[in-house]
């Protein structure tokens, strides 16, 4: 029988014509359009196919930065398969498939997987948190006691001991949950507030001081006006993987323009192995060295570009500094060596630190000095470190220092930007609280919240905290045990119930996280639940989906806007009507398509659009080139620092490094005015200097996998089995080869894992991939080989995030 797909094509040439996107057929069966991506072209062919009672528009919409289309197919209230877009041109770039990559491809196994929640629960009596003992409760007691506890908190403490953890399993492409708690909490009369995130918290507080905001660079559809890329660890082959992400755009790129690229970073990275002409091992979190090098060449030889220097920026040069600045604290000063330190930041100097042989670093500084114009990005494993702020001020400094920024083909030394359709989310309520932590700081908040000051700890909105967390909502997230830092530590703190009274955790599957739980609540996943998706990095296509309920949830599993109605209802029924607005799901889904139909009037009625499954929109303004009106008029268009231009040296910064306070015995805890160089806790020169942990170990974002998601399934484990990459010469020295049992052991802990012996990383470092699920044994060691066991809990030095990256370690061969 022949499957009908439900696009209609007089729809979708009206619609076709709205977007400007010209051409495209409907065809049936996809096509791999790219490198990477197995097994792409289904097994079955179209019209051989079994008979299905529908094909329904959802969306992979975990937190890879993609989000892909499926149509998923329904036999018996059961989905049957997982096909990919098909309402694209492969031949027409702009136009082609969002294709899922294969961990969306295999969404069967997680909606059909033994670890899937089916039944509220609560922990038993008695058992501590993460022994895992939990029985079955209805829905009504588990709504009555959560509503009865969080207005205990309330009473007892305020409503800023109420927290809801960091998330992202549906907080990112789905409009109507990627605000939803949020707003539950603020229609309950507020919560203590979650500062950045997990991603690029260092990142963003390093835009932040330097560009006025976190501004992301061009697009990857611009870097065709490029005449050479260099990407500082940003592996977007490996983290952006859908058809509509940025792997998509480099490679075709790459087919059409052959620009050259040059990939650096610990590791060859998938991109550096797809995409890349060179590529330069380095130290992690050195990369600040680098760049001091290869700006001290540049300056050498009179390749910086000087004029863009005095017109846009402060504190390169003596003459831009600030009045309060002190003689010599310009970041030439720095990198000639008139600073403080008196050193001078030679190829040399920085290739000890580096790894890098200084004549190769000459080599780089001529290139990147003298190519006109140089897209200049960096991705953000670089910044989860101690010193990350510095990391990523760094690259933004080269993109300075070489004119590079607002310009078409340029690239300001950020993460690339996208175009994204202009659909609402689902509102945010005016804020009760306004006070905030940064994210990574939530265990700490728990352990200690009271002691919590805005120069210790980074509270902002006030001086300080007046409570530790006493109830926490975690949803769609495993930032408590697996991706978070220190879950042996954090066990500890957990399982002192003076401490966080309430742990409510709502997923759809039973992880390390979900075990935690005092309350457990089974939620539907986003294909069993209507919704729409905005796309987030899919370079100047934006486009949306409208995501309709496939199947219905498991056993007694719910929506989570019903839980969150339900608990208010209990809590007080006028914060229900504030919540729900006395609409359902349905309603406000419907209504913030009208609200983005009212902006657009061109849009496809909503009947059409959920015909159509996904509706693409090509940037109306060509190419994204942020910093551009800065770059043609800065009077006119003054960046948000408190120069209106971009701050090499920050007086901000400089006013806090006098103030800033650090927890004892730890190196490179400081705040500086310029991205200098720091030797931080746990970074190279540590591990050159430790006789027991001799390695660093980073933990690389892996195909396999998205964060924890798709962990469980038996595929992807096959496909990409848990493995930690490890250079033959170090493996050499400790007797191991491919494959081998290892052990890896750092201060806080040690896991078990295999092998991957490979010239594919630098000597001296170690990548555990991250994501895999915290798994102890009696001795507490992790099975499981979850990066984050060995992650330290002390956060980054300014934006107080999370440090992951910052871990010495070191690895033996097991039996
Ligand atoms: N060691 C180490 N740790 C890291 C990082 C690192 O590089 N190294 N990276 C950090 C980064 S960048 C990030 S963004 C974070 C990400 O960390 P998380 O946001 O915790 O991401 P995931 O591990 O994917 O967890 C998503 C959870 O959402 C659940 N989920 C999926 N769909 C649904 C749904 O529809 N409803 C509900 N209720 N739940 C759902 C999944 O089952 C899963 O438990 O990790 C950070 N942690
Ligand atoms: N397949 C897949 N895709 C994902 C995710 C996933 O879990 N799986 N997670 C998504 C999320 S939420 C995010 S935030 C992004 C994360 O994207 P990133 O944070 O950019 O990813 P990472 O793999 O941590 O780091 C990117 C590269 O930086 C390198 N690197 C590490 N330390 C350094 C350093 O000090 N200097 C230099 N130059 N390079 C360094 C790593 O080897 C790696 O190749 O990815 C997103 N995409
Ligand atoms: S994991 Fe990411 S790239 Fe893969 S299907 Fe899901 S959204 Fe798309
Ligand atoms: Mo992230």
């Known amino acids: 029988m022949t499957v009908q797909i439900s696009n209609s094509g007089l729809s979708r040439r009206s619609f076709m014509k709205w977007s400007g996107v010209a051409g495209g057929t409907t065809a049936l069966v996809a096509t791999a359009a790219h490198l990477g991506m197995p097994g792409t072209a289904p097994a079955y062919a179209a019209d051989g196919m079994e008979g299905v009672d529908s094909t329904v528009w959802n969306a992979c919409t975990v937190n890879c930065g993609s989000r892909c289309p499926l149509r998923l197919q329904v036999k018996d209230g059961v989905v049957v398969r997982v096909l990919p877009d098909n309402t694209g041109d492969d031949a027409d770039f702009g136009n082609h498939n969002i294709l899922a990559c294969i961990r969306g491809r295999t969404m069967r196994q997680r909606i059909y997987s033994p670890d899937r929640l089916k039944k509220p ?11 895992g003992e939990f029985e079955e409760i209805s829905w009504e007691t588990a709504f ?115 620009t050259r690229i040059i990939v650096i970073d610990p590791r060859y990275s998938e991109t550096a192995l797809t995409i890349a002409d060179e590529w330069v091992p380095i130290r992690p979190g ?47 000063a720095y990198v000639e060596g008139k600073g403080p330190d008196g050193i001078e930041k030679t190829p040399e100097w920085a290739s000890d630190i580096t790894g890098i042989p200084a004549s190769r670093i000459r080599a780089l500084a001529r290139e990147i000095g003298s190519t006109k114009p140089c897209a200049i990005s960096s991705g953000w494993g670089m910044q989860r470190q101690a010193a990350g702020e510095n990391q990523s001020r760094a690259v933004f400094t080269l993109a300075a220092v070489t004119g590079n920024i607002g310009i078409s083909g340029g690239g300001n030394g950020a993460w690339p930007t996208s175009y994204a359709m202009p659909v609402p989310n689902f509102p945010d309520l005016d804020k009760p609280i306004t006070v905030g932590i940064p994210v990574f700081k939530w265990s700490d908040a728990v352990d200690h919240g009271e002691e919590f000051t805005a120069e210790k700890d980074g509270v902002e909105g006030a001086e300080r905290l007046v409570n530790p967390i006493k109830f ?45 739980a005092d309350y457990l609540l089974p939620d539907a996943m986003s294909i069993e639940q209507p919704d729409l998706i905005k796309n987030e990095n899919s370079a100047e296509t934006g486009y949306a989906i409208y995501a309709q309920p496939a199947i219905q949830p498991p056993g007694d599993a719910m929506r989570v806007y019903d839980m969150c109605t339900e608990i208010l209802e209990r809590v007080n029924p006028e914060f229900a009507q504030k919540f729900t607005e006395g609409k359902t799901q349905e309603q406000w889904v419907s209504s913030l398509y009208e609200q983005a139909r009212d902006d657009m009037p061109e849009l496809p009625s909503e009947e059409e659009f959920k015909e159509l499954g996904v509706i693409r929109q090509r940037n109306p303004d060509g190419f994204t080139i942020p910093m551009k009106e800065f770059r043609d008029d800065p009077e006119a268009n003054p960046l948000k620092t408190p120069s209106g231009k971009i701050e090499i040296y920050s007086e901000r910064l400089a006013e806090m490094s006098k103030t800033w306070v650090f927890p004892e015995g730890l190196a490179g805890q400081k705040v500086t005015a310029v991205p200098e160089h720091i030797d931080a806790w746990e970074g190279a020169l540590e591990a050159r200097e430790s006789g027991e942990f001799p390695l660093q170990c980073i933990n690389h974002h892996t195909k396999g996998r998205t964060h924890s998601t798709y962990w469980e399934q038996p595929w992807s484990k096959e496909a990409h089995p848990q493995k930690v990459w490890i250079n033959p010469a170090d493996a050499e020295k400790r007797g191991i080869t491919m494959d081998d049992p290892v052990r890896v052991k750092g201060n806080r802990g040690a896991l078990d894992s295999k092998a991957f012996v490979t010239p594919r990383i630098a000597p001296g470092v170690i990548s555990v991939p991250q994501g895999a699920w915290y798994t102890p044994n009696d ?37």
């Open 144 to 258: 009555d006691e959560i509503a009865e506890r969080m207005k205990s908190t309330i009473d007892n403490y305020g409503n800023d001991a109420l927290y809801i953890n960091n998330g992202t399993g549906t907080t990112g492409g789905n409009i109507l949950h990627r605000r939803l708690l949020w707003r539950f909490m603020d229609a309950a009369g507020g919560s203590l507030q979650p500062l950045r995130n997990y991603s690029n918290a260092a990142y963003i507080v390093a835009g932040t001081y330097q560009h006025g905001a976190s501004i992301g660079t061009n697009s990857t559809e611009d870097a065709a006006n490029s005449n050479l890329l260099v990407m500082f660890g940003a592996n977007l082959i490996e983290t952006r993987m859908s058809g509509g992400g940025e792997m998509y755009s480099y490679q075709h790129l790459k087919e059409t323009h052959g």
């Open 286 to 332: 050195t990369d600040t060295a680098l760049v001091a090098a290869l700006v001290n060449v540049m300056v050498k030889e009179g390749l910086q570009d000087q004029e863009f220097l005095d017109k846009y920026c402060v504190g390169f040069d003596e003459d831009t500094l600030p009045d309060s600045a002190e003689e010599n604290s310009s970041y030439r």
């Open 121 to 131: 629960m609560r922990r038993v009596a008695g058992t501590k948190r993460g022994e």
């Open 779 to 815: 001795e507490g060691i992790d099975e499981g080989a979850c990066a984050s066991t060995l992650a330290s809990l002390v956060s980054s030095n300014i934006a107080k995030g999370n440090t992951q990256q910052s871990i010495i370690a070191n690895i033996k061969k097991l039996g």
């Open 472 to 516: 926490m909502i975690n949803y769609a997230g495993q930032c408590i045990m697996n991706q978070h830092a220190d879950p042996a530590r954090i066990t500890e703190i957990l399982q002192d119930e003076n401490k966080l009274e309430t742990l409510v955790v709502i997923d759809t599957h039973l992880t390390p996280t979900a075990k935690m």
